[in-house]
């Protein structure tokens, strides 16, 4: 009786402790988004990408290349998260709130099709340019967006000037 006593004591201190320890789903997120920070990527909570001003819910992830050009400040969304905007020249996506100017159609056409297929947004904010993405890709997918990122970002800017 003693011995279960003191095993019950045991698992009552160590309990907590096991509830410090990260799940195989997070230790894999926290992987990626380190990696993408080392790829000079900023990752950060955001709302949907179809979200209207009063939906305010932190719900999806982005991850951004900041703008070189501070001066560049663009604001548009390329969604297939859901049936909200209008039709685009990409089949499946839609324009959110604003549209790219026509200049950029192409290369946004290109970086869709080498994106990872669970890249549900690209968002041209104040911050930057990035991705919405359900982080349930590998680290592949994280290389990928970050070569892919580059490209737009550049010929956003290009435009802007």
């Not at 006593?5 to 789903?25: D, E, N, R, Y």
């Not at 997120?29 to 955001?46: C, K």
């Not at 349930?136 to 970002?153: F, H, K, M, N, Y």
Request: glycine share 6%.
């Amino acid at each position: 009786m003693t011995w279960l006593l003191i095993l019950f004591g045991v698992a009552l201190v160590c309990s907590p402790l096991m509830w410090l320890k990260q799940s195989p789903h997070q230790r894999r997120v926290t992987e990626l988004r380190r990696l993408a920070s080392s790829l000079t990527l900023q990752v950060s909570l955001h709302r949907r990408p179809d979200a209207r001003d009063d939906e305010l819910r932190l719900e999806c992830v982005c991850y951004r290349l900041p703008w070189t050009d501070s001066q560049c400040r663009q604001n548009w969304v390329l969604q297939n998260y859901s049936e909200r905007g209008w039709d685009s020249h990409c089949s499946g996506w839609r324009w959110f709130g604003n549209q790219a100017r026509p200049e950029l159609h192409g290369i946004i056409a290109e970086t869709i099709g080498k994106m990872p297929e669970t890249v549900s947004a690209i968002i041209a904010n104040s911050a930057g340019i990035g991705v919405i993405w359900d982080e349930r890709g590998e680290v592949s997918d994280v290389q990928a967006i970050s070569e892919l990122l580059p490209g737009l970002r550049q010929k956003a800017e290009e435009i802007c000037l």
